[in-house]
C-alpha cells in the first residue's frame, strides 16, 4: 500500500506524535516509506524518533515543492505545542489515493 499513486511523487509535511508525547514535524515524497523509517521498520530512521518509538501520524499536508514542505515545515515547528495539536482538528487533506 503506497500513500500515492506509484510512480506519483508529492511533497508531504507531516507531524508525529511519539510514544514520549513529543512532537516532530518532518518532510517527504514517500510518506509510507517514512513512516516505517519513523518506527525502525526500514533502515534510514532520524535519530530524534529512534528512541520513542513507536510514532503516529496525527497529521499531514501536500506541498507543491520541495521548497514549499521545507518552508511549511520550518513554520510549524516555529509553533507552539498547542498550535501544532490544532492542526489535526483543523481541515482534512485530501483523501489519501489507494
Known amino acids: ?4 499513486p506509484l510512480g506519483a511523487t508529492q511533497w508531504v ?7 514520549d508525547g513529543s512532537l516532530y ?7 509510507q516509506r517514512r513512516l516505517a523509517q ?13 528512541g520513542r518509538r513507536p510514532v503516529a501520524l496525527l497529521w499531514w499536508e501536500p506541498a507543491a515543492d520541495r521548497g514549499l514542505a521545507q518552508q511549511r515545515e520550518a513554520a510549524i ?8 495539536l490544532q ?3 483543523g ?8
Request: hydrophobic share 30%; with cysteine.
Open 1 to 4: 500500500m503506497t500513500l500515492f
Open 13 to 19: 509535511v507531516y507531524l508525529l506524535q511519539c510514544a
Open 25 to 31: 514535524t518532518g518532510v517527504t515524497l514517500d510518506l
Open 38 to 50: 519513523h518506527n525502525g521498520e526500514r533502515a534510514g530512521g532520524p535519530r530524534y524518533t529512534r
Open 77 to 84: 515547528k516555529r509553533l507552539p505545542r498547542a498550535a501544532k
Open 87 to 89: 492542526l489535526q482538528r
Open 91 to 98: 481541515p482534512t487533506p485530501p483523501p489519501v489515493p489507494r
